[in-house]
């Protein structure tokens, strides 16, 4: 297993269309979290899945935001009817989910919406 | 409130010098963990280090080390001899312990840190 694996890196879509991204955590990681990240910020937490169960979702996910995780594995963030303002950076991470471990996260999949 | 600070939007060094990286951090829970990442501008997140809230030592981890502390809610990384490639954004994160079962990171905003030649 070589690692967290995002698909796509890049994506620019038109405002309103909808887009899908991929990330597939390693292996025998239970947990996995989605992190937005904008020019000059850090990374904001959207939402986290143990296995397949989805246990905590952001103030900042609004409804146009989706998140599966179905059978514990690879996950999908959607975004419905993109906005200018859901350009960012989109990472994931996985992690084991004790306290002291750290969470590895994939290359990022950057989403522009024009 | 911020819970993680991080003052510094950007440092130079020379390279082969050490650089303090500085980072406060804000926390009711008695335990928590304090991460570095490295962030090239390929935008994956690195790992560099880790401290516990009850570690009793500070953390080393090769030309990384990081100054624990605890009464002043600092955790600054200490990169030594300084090369081109450290040229990066760096992140403090933080977990709290008790908050619920999430285990989410939170963010400062990042230093930016280039070694000149």
């Known amino acids: 297993d070589t690692g967290v694996s995002q698909d796509p890196r890049h994506k620019i879509t038109k405002r309103g269309q909808n887009v899908t991204f991929r990330c597939d955590p390693i292996s025998e990681h239970n947990r996995l979290y989605w992190y937005r990240q904008t020019l000059g910020q850090g990374p904001e937490f959207l939402t986290y899945f143990q296995n397949e169960a989805q246990l905590e979702k952001s103030r900042l996910l609004s409804d146009r935001f989706s998140a599966e995780r179905p059978k514990g594995s690879f996950s999908t963030l959607e975004i419905q009817r993109t906005e200018q303002g859901d350009s960012a950076m989109y990472l994931c991470?996985?992690?084991?989910?004790?306290?002291?471990?750290?969470?590895?996260f994939g290359q990022g999949t950057r989403l522009t919406v024009v | 409130a911020q819970k993680i600070t991080q003052t510094q939007p950007g440092m130079f060094v020379q390279e082969k010098e050490a650089v303090t990286l500085d980072c406060t951090y804000d926390?009711?829970?008695?335990?928590?963990?304090l991460f570095w990442y490295k962030q090239p501008s390929s935008g994956e997140m690195i790992f560099l280090i880790y401290?516990?809230?009850?570690d009793q030592q500070n953390a080393t981890e090769g030309r990384y080390s990081l100054n624990f502390q605890k009464a002043r809610k600092s955790a600054n990384l200490v990169i030594s001899a300084s090369q081109l490639g450290d040229s990066a954004m760096y992140f403090c994160?933080?977990?709290?312990?008790?908050?619920?079962?999430?285990?989410?990171?939170?963010w400062g905003l990042g230093t930016s840190l280039a070694v000149n030649p």
């Open positions: 994160a933080m977990r709290e312990g008790d908050a619920g079962n999430n285990r989410k990171l939170i």
């Open positions: 991470a996985s992690s084991l989910g004790s306290l002291n471990t750290e969470a590895f």
């Open positions: 926390t009711s829970d008695p335990s928590y963990g």
């Open positions: 401290q516990g809230s009850y």
